[in-house]
């Protein structure tokens, strides 16, 4: 399989312990996507990296989030002293971006994060 | 007002029907025009993807996008039950970094 993988694909914990996520993009894309996803609603986008700078944070991604991308590869994201309000799917996305040429995200299964 | 508003249904519709399904948008910045498809429990998968106004057809899916009045549909021929699941429109910028959401519409279809 040469999509975007993600691990764990489910995690439970209790409120106030850390967790943190693994993100593998597609190989050949550089651009990689961190979303969040709550019951009945679209994906909300949280941050973006280009190889390994972090180019774009959302004001969703308080100070408890973390998101890492040392060599341009995998990422991790880390959310310190979960909240109930952290309950969610958190996905992942990469794309191949030339520029400002446009190539579409295409998104893993998720982490579907719930906190006791 | 939210960026993209998107009717959340539930739209249930024979097997065999023709499937409409629409999202409008506010923001004239957007560029960029995708269609996802999203099963229980899994990611979501790009259907189509357009920069354009216009039609773009890809079997038995097609997308339309009329930027003059900020709004967007897809399509769907011949309904198949496999179809049921959430279609999320999804809208980006120049230089294509995030992505804005729709809330997704459910579609049942039943056999």
């Known amino acids: 399989d040469t999509g975007v993988s993600q691990d764990p694909r489910h995690k439970i914990t209790k409120r106030g312990q850390n967790v943190t996520f693994r993100c593998d993009p597609i190989?050949?894309?550089?651009?990689l996507y961190w979303y969040r996803q709550t019951l009945g609603q679209g994906p909300e986008f949280l941050t973006y990296?280009?190889?390994?700078?972090?180019?774009?944070k959302s004001r969703l991604l308080s100070d408890r989030f973390s998101a890492e991308r040392p060599k341009g590869s995998f990422s991790t994201l880390e959310i310190q002293r979960t909240e109930q309000g952290d309950s969610a799917m958190y996905l992942c996305?990469?794309?191949?971006?030339?520029?400002?040429?446009?190539?579409?995200?295409?998104f893993g299964d998720g982490t579907r994060l719930s906190i006791l | 007002q939210k960026e993209v508003e998107q009717d959340p249904g539930p739209l249930s519709v024979p097997e065999g029907a023709i499937v409409s399904l629409n999202c409008t948008y506010s923001n004239s910045a957007f560029q960029y025009f995708m269609w996802y498809r999203q099963y229980s429990r899994k990611g979501p998968e790009l259907l189509m993807y357009?920069?354009?106004?216009g039609n773009k057809e890809d079997g038995r899916f097609t997308a339309q996008v009329d930027k003059s009045s900020k709004y967007i549909s897809l399509f769907i021929r011949d309904s198949q039950p496999s179809d049921s699941a959430t279609y999320l429109c999804?809208?980006?910028?120049?230089?294509?970094?995030?992505?804005?959401f729709g809330t997704g519409t459910r579609l049942l279809v039943s056999p």
């Open positions: 190989s050949e894309h550089n651009r």
């Open positions: 990296f280009q190889n390994e700078a972090q180019l774009e």
């Open positions: 357009t920069y354009s106004s």
């Open positions: 999804a809208l980006g910028g120049r230089g294509f970094q995030k992505l804005v």
């Open positions: 996305a990469s794309s191949l971006g030339v520029g400002v040429g446009h190539q579409p995200q295409h």
